[in-house]
């Protein structure tokens, strides 16, 4: 049963009333935002209708849920599996299993609460195998790493088991599910694809004569009894289907569809597609025979992309993706959107894009073609993008430094030693005005620059300069004190969180921020920089994003689109041990507290269907010995919220942040006690691990 706490408004005015937010903390981190996971595999949970994620180990390895519209991490988990692309559904005991294809060989099993390993003989090669759960027979069924002979080794819930075919063996690479028609494990190989069952002793050929020249995955369909082969050529993806009745059948694929295999899973309402690496082109849903695309996209990472915000949402165009140079318009409000104006600038990278407030408009100047700098003028409305015809313009700039201008429209200034010396160019919506520049003595150097809208002035930092230079929109002013080294290549950009203009260098822990009088030492964890960083600020959730963030160029599709830059990080943190006979309660959540965010969900797993249970909510931990190798975990009680578990012993509490950064920092604490008479550790009642929550970015 989900409860929503009455009591969380109390939780949250107690709690920033006796643990308030440090007024400035000297050190902060950029943290991941992930879009999607990379995914290791994906299965649906049909006892708690839930489609869960797990993701490649050498990507973090965590746990994700999918709740119709994106992945939202389950956190206060311990991440025990290990390297695998192969997941089953347990329906008899309602579990995940994965395969630890790594030194380890086990296998990983995930209950709900938290995840448990079962070795595996170390006779039975299965790098490289394919898993499913037969539920006829109620076992696990894998094949070894053996392509060209596999045998089949079975686990029954206790005992591992070795069968050698007796007579036939599909042999070849291929892909293994459960047809509950069939009531057979079935199993697709070869080329031309050939479709064998598994009988517990042997194979049997079910459709000899399948497509050719194709590898996939094999899936099946429950809302329309057949099976899906999701498949490519190795150049184009191709979909097939096969039922009894029918045999094999080929599914158009649109043009933009993912090229590559991808996984197939059921969640509840149909089948959906999913890429094993964040990519752009989408997430997809088989109707009937037609691949309909979701309306849930994000951009494709890339380099250099333009990037500005307004008071409301972020804007990106362009950028660089390997070798090709973008078009593509996105913006972000919370969650990415993309646009399809009519008309769009030309493909470039390294634009300048900044926002004008007098027109509600943003401003995209020039850029790198690829091979050429631009100097074209256009405005962007929220829905069209318009070419601006003005009387004079600025010369063409492969990487101009474009900011908001105090006086309303837009400051144009150069950005490298190699652009024209002493640039300066303002946009009033119409027309640009040359001015001077900052000042001759830094016509040689290299510049950074931002626009501080809580004191409507430009801050700039020149190369090799004592001085910070302001602008007012009519003049520059010289203030002595510049802390960048200029060791790497520097960046000025305003920083919600503090209120401040940020000096970031890439590389180097120690950074600044500008008040506007004076500036102070922040350090930002180096092992935390992103690559190529296109910052900019996030000024409706009052936060510094990194977009295109990756840590290593040369693996982007393993990269995170973006990354916030904070001194609260929100977490989720499991402590200390549950108590029962049996079966112990788990406590986790799915989501992390964030303002401007979906509400985190507390889900308490039992094991008691339709028991009264109580999430228990205070402000600091403890350990009191209740007796029977059970401890309260919680002190400082500010609220209790009651509920009664589901058919399968589940509740969930969901804990929704106010929409605003007052709570930032503030840390509380939660623990599930159930009434279990059957498996008790103490006084008819069972307790589950504590969580340890802090509201943050």
């Known amino acids: 049963m989900r409860r929503t706490a009455t009591a969380v408004s109390v939780l949250f005015a107690t709690a920033a009333a006796s643990e308030p937010t440090p007024a400035q903390t000297p050190s902060a981190e950029f943290r991941l935002a992930p879009l999607q996971p990379i995914l290791a595999g994906v299965v649906w949970d049909a006892q708690r209708g839930t489609m869960l994620a797990l993701e490649l180990p050498n990507s973090t390895g965590r746990l994700w849920q999918w709740d119709g519209a994106a992945f939202r991490q389950r956190l206060g988990v311990s991440h025990e599996y290990g390297y695998s692309r192969v997941t089953a559904y347990d329906t008899a005991r309602g579990e995940i299993h994965t395969l630890d294809l790594g030194a380890t060989n086990s296998l990983r099993t995930w209950d709900g609460r938290r995840w448990r390993s079962t070795p595996i003989p170390a006779s039975y090669q299965l790098s490289g195998a394919n898993l499913a759960y037969d539920d006829a027979r109620q076992r696990l069924v894998a094949l070894t790493g053996t392509l060209a002979a596999p045998d089949v080794v079975e686990f ?134 037609a691949w309909q ?10 380099r250099s992309a333009a990037a500005a915000a307004s008071p409301n949402a972020i804007l990106q165009f362009g950028g660089k993706r390997y070798l090709a140079v973008l078009a593509d318009t996105w913006q972000f409000d919370g969650v990415w959107h993309r646009r399809t104006p009519a008309l769009s600038p030309p493909p470039r990278s390294s634009a300048g894009l900044a926002w004008a407030p007098a027109t509600q408009r943003f401003v995209l100047f020039g850029g790198d073609a690829g091979t050429t700098a631009l100097g074209d003028t256009w ?46 160019w303002q946009w009033n919506g119409v027309d640009w005005t040359q001015q001077p520049g900052p000042a001759a003595a830094f016509a040689g150097a290299r510049l950074a620059a931002a626009y501080d809208p809580i004191r409507n002035r430009v801050v700039a930092s020149p190369e090799a300069s004592s001085n910070t230079l302001v602008w007012d929109g009519a003049s520059w002013t010289a203030v002595a004190g510049n802390p960048i080294a200029w060791t790497a290549d520097a960046l000025l950009v305003y920083r919600p969180e503090t209120g401040r203009v940020l000096a970031f260098e890439p590389g180097l822990a ?24 296109v910052l900019v600020a996030d000024l409706a959730r009052g936060r510094l994003l990194s977009l295109c963030h990756t840590f290593d160029i040369n693996f982007p599709n393993e990269a995170e689109h973006a990354a916030v830059l904070t001194s609260t990080p929100a977490t989720v943190l499991a402590f200390g041990a549950g108590c029962a006979q049996n079966a112990v309660p788990g406590l986790t959540a ?21 028991a009264p249970l109580a999430f228990g909510l205070g402000l600091s931990p403890t350990s009191v010995p209740l007796g029977g190798g059970c401890s309260l975990l919680v002190g400082s009680p500010v609220g209790t919220v009651f509920a009664i578990t589901d058919g399968i012993g589940d509740a969930e509490l969901t804990l929704a942040v106010p929409p ?32 340890r929550l802090v509201i943050g970015q």
């Open 660 to 691: 605003a950064n007052t709570f930032l920092g503030v840390g509380f604490y939660a623990q599930v006690a159930v009434v279990d008479p059957g498996n008790a550790g103490v006084g008819g009642i069972t307790l589950s691990n504590g969580l």
């Open 379 to 424: 405005t962007f409305d929220g829905t069209n993008w318009t070419q601006q015809q003005p009387t004079t313009a600025p010369p063409a700039l492969a990487a101009p430094l474009f900011v908001t201008d105090p006086l309303g429209g837009a400051l144009l200034l150069r950005r490298s030693t190699s652009a024209t010396a002493n640039l300066q």
């Open 510 to 533: 120690m950074h600044h921020e500008w008040d506007g009088a004076t500036w102070t030492t922040v350090l930002i964890a180096t092992a935390s920089h992103p690559f190529d960083p």
């Open 156 to 289: 029954d819930g206790s005992t591992w088991s070795l069968v050698t075919p007796a007579t036939m063996n599909p042999g070849g690479d291929g892909s293994l599910c459960y047809d509950p028609v069939r009531g057979r494990c079935v199993f697709a190989a070869g080329d031309p694809v050939q479709l064998w069952e598994w009988t517990g002793t042997d194979w049997k050929l079910v459709a000899p004569n399948g497509p050719s020249g194709v590898v996939g995955l094999l899936t099946y369909d429950p809302g329309n009894t057949r099976l899906i082969y999701s498949a490519s050529t190795g150049v184009n993806p191709v979909t097939f289907t096969w039922d009894a009745t029918n045999g094999w059948q080929s599914i158009a694929v649109p043009s933009d569809f993912p090229r590559s295999i991808g996984w197939l899973a059921h969640d509840g309402f149909g089948m959906l597609r999913f890429d094993w690496f964040p990519e752009d082109r989408g997430y997809w849903r088989l109707v009937g025979n």
């Open 590 to 610: 799915l989501g992390a507290m964030r303002p401007f965010a979906t509400a985190a969900e507390l889900r308490a797993v039992t094991g008691a269907p339709f």
């Open 293 to 302: 695309r979701l309306a849930i996209d994000h951009p494709l990472y890339r």
